[in-house]
């Protein structure tokens, strides 16, 4: 099969589509043909190598050459020994958490705390190839109007935004959230699922033609390049009181303005560092006005039923920059990179 295997870190040069043996179906795996697969960071760091050449946390080191790729949608292609309730033909997505099932976070319901918790596509083959395996317990029906683009890209993403936006955020219809980074995976997801939720939605972006995306996606847009302490127009929208939640995957550039744009008792919902992992606030701005930071990384299996069930029933549709050839893999890392697009990258291979 084709498959784009990482073999050192570097640059986009070093991506390249090879031919490698098609996988077997272990006890419990299902043989998934991927249709569609979506481009995440952690696709672009596992080339790249860690985001400002510091290994993310928790991390654990795998050996080259390897298979990324944690989105993917398919259609099943084998079933290995013990497999129920799939078979040959049907069609899939991929939910990316690995967990044991076992521990008393799995058993809690809480699988992305698991003590063995894994990503498919980082510690395991993922889905930039014509053929993968997954976990049986990793798989969810899709149904025949579901189109494989869309359900590549909720997975990650949508499952982490959801996350943090409802199950953490406790985002209510009527209330104002504040995304920052609203062009990328998470913070398109944002806008979508708060505007699913009854939220005034604004959306922090960094150049004009985002703007005119994010307004068009039913946001109420904030241009960081004009706004530079994005607080200040946070408040004069909201009449000097803030949010009542912030979805901020960005990290150490933007966290003292968005931490200054919550309202007395906002939250603020952390998933990511893409701009730095040590930001330099003062902690009285949080605890002074009884504000909570809470983390919140992807999300377990109700979190994902969750988007994958409003994907199903017509309720949200993601937001889709382009959909390429896996061939053109260079590109679509570059644009990634470049910070081009507005919404999710998707793959076909």
């Known amino acids: 099969m084709k498959a784009l295997l990482i073999r050192q870190f570097g640059g986009i040069d070093t991506l390249k589509i090879e031919d490698v043996p098609d996988p077997k179906p272990g006890p419990g795996d299902v043989l998934v043909r991927i249709k569609s697969a979506g481009v995440n960071s952690k696709d672009i760091w596992a080339r790249s190598g860690p985001p400002g050449g510091k290994a993310p946390f928790p991390w654990k080191p795998r050996p080259f050459p390897y298979i990324t790729g944690g989105d993917g949608a398919g259609v099943v292609e084998e079933v290995g020994e013990g497999v129920e309730g799939f078979r040959p033909g049907d069609r899939v997505g991929i939910n990316p958490i690995l967990y044991c099932g076992r521990c008393a976070y799995c058993l809690a319901g809480e699988q ?3 003590f063995d918790y894994k990503i498919f596509g980082d510690h395991r083959p993922g889905a930039f190839a014509e053929l993968t395996t997954i976990p049986q ?30 199950t953490a955020g406790q985002l209510q219809a009527g209330q104002d959230l504040l995304v920052v980074g609203a062009s990328g995976g998470v913070g398109t997801a944002a806008l ?3 505007n699913y939720a009854g939220a005034r939605v604004f959306a922090l972006v960094g150049d004009a033609e985002k703007v005119r995306k994010a307004e068009a996606s039913g946001a109420i847009p904030i241009d960081r390049s004009a706004h530079p302490k994005f607080s200040e127009r946070v408040l004069a929208l909201t009449d000097g009181l803030g949010v009542h939640v912030a979805s ?10 968005t931490i200054r744009s919550l309202r007395r008792l906002g939250k603020m919902v952390i998933c990511g560092a893409s701009g730095g992992e040590r ?19 992807m999300g377990n299996l109700r979190d994902f039923h969750a988007v ?4 199903f029933q017509n309720r949200i549709r993601p937001i889709i920059h382009t959909v390429m050839p896996l061939a053109e893999v260079r590109e679509a890392h570059r644009m990634f990179e470049a910070r081009e697009h507005f919404g999710k990258i998707v793959l076909v291979p």
Do not use: K
């Open 192 to 194: 979508v699922l708060g």
């Open 137 to 166: 317990q990793n798989l969810i029906a899709l149904p025949d109007h579901v189109p494989f683009e869309d359900a590549a890209v909720l997975p990650a993403c949508y499952t982490t935004a959801w996350r943090g936006l409802m």
């Open 112 to 114: 992305s705390l698991c």
């Open 248 to 257: 901020d995957p960005v990290g150490a550039v933007t966290w003292p303005e």
């Open 279 to 297: 930001p330099d606030f003062d902690i009285r701005e949080v605890y002074q006005r009884h504000r909570q930071i809470l983390g919140a990384p």
């Open 308 to 311: 994958m069930s409003l994907l």
